[in-house]
């Protein structure tokens, strides 16, 4: 299980690559990555800016992250997130999950970002075009 | 002691962003918003933790805990 | 839409990260990839052969991309699949999806590894270690 | 001419891989297995198609398709 939160730019596809599991022992890679985009509700974004709760939220993550563990058949997870100030095209989160087979990795995979989206204390901060500053409250 | 913290759009409208206050008794986190928050009504919707776990408003609260205050959660 | 079938290795994380769409227009990118384990129903695997049926292969595969853009919201889909002598640990087969938001990229990859395991005409002869070769016949 | 084609287990259960036959007048799917396999009983689960579209058993063939008749498929 790996929990993470960046305040850099990263490269999914690099993370995902670097974090190998034994070679034969697994089927199925599941993942799922989030990114910025330059519209919200209608209105063009400029930037945005991610808080989020210091210790509690790698908590939370690892929380959701061992109880995927334990309700599905998976053998590892992966959350990398981001915070502090980004810019549209910019990746907001990563998650995976390995399996033998492709139904637990899928699964397991949807439930990390379903809980993550409910319940991870992060909250995004977006400036639109305009200079407007607002805190995004749908979700 | 225990320290408040809150977080994001909350921290704004409370104008607040970290409080200690003394631990009394039977101290619940009712109390604590209530005794911070100068008559601010408690918004709809609003999460808490003690010690970053989630809780509720009944919750008692002891000395050196931490107490958070946040707004619906927006990540990923 | 990209629709690949291929004789060679693939690095999957080299393929999404060259799958540029417009910065600031996708949110979310749903993304499977399948691995050849080795093991497979109680046996030791070590090989694999990975048979198609040339052009209908690929044909099956752009229809099912096509439904799949469709029926969801979403912007983007590629598929690509290893044909020949595979390894353990080998990538078999890679399906992405991207969109604006994460429900229609999660549930249109899972639907088109769904489709491509239901209908799409491959077909595996697995070589044991005992040198036996059997063709798999569950999926 | 119609091509015939086998695929997997089902080329080496047939012992055929390709055949070209006369396409004669209201030719079935199900009559070009009869005329091709030998009298071999169609295995169930066989899929079938024509010019690279799934079909079936009563289906008519005319000069110039090909027939593909395959076991289920295991990709992915």
């Known amino acids: 299980m790996l929990v993470k939160i960046i305040p850099n730019e990263f490269n999914p596809w690099k993370y995902l690559q670097e974090h190998e599991l034994q070679a034969g022992k697994f089927g199925a890679t599941a993942t799922f990555i989030g990114t ?9 974004v400029k930037s945005m800016f991610l808080e989020h709760y ?14 995927a ?9 992966l959350i990398i997130h981001r915070v502090g100030e980004i810019l549209p095209g910019d990746n907001i989160v990563l998650v995976a999950a390995w399996a033998g087979h492709r139904a637990p990795a899928f699964e397991a995979c949807r439930f990390l970002m379903e809980e993550l989206k409910a319940k991870a204390p992060f909250w995004k901060r977006e400036t639109l075009v305009n200079n407007e500053v607002r805190w995004v409250d749908a979700n | 002691m225990v320290t408040i913290k809150f977080f994001a759009s909350l921290r704004e409208e409370v104008g607040k962003n ?10 619940t986190i009712a109390k604590i918003w209530n005794q911070v928050c100068d008559g ?5 919707h609003v999460l808490m933790a003690i010690n970053m ?8 609260v002891k000395d050196g805990d931490e107490v958070a205050f946040f707004p619906p959660v927006t990540g990923g």
């Open chain 1, 36 to 44: 910025m985009r330059d519209y919200n509700v209608g209105d063009t």
């Open chain 2, 53 to 60: 776990e989630y809780t509720d408003l009944n919750s008692l």
């Open chain 1, 54 to 67: 210091p210790n509690m939220t790698e908590k939370h993550l690892q929380k959701i992250s061992n109880i």
């Open chain 2, 18 to 27: 970290e409080v200690q206050i003394e631990a009394g008794e039977q101290l």
């Open chain 1, 69 to 77: 563990l334990q309700r599905w058949d998976i053998l590892d997870t």
């Open chain 2, 40 to 44: 601010i009504p408690l918004p709809n």
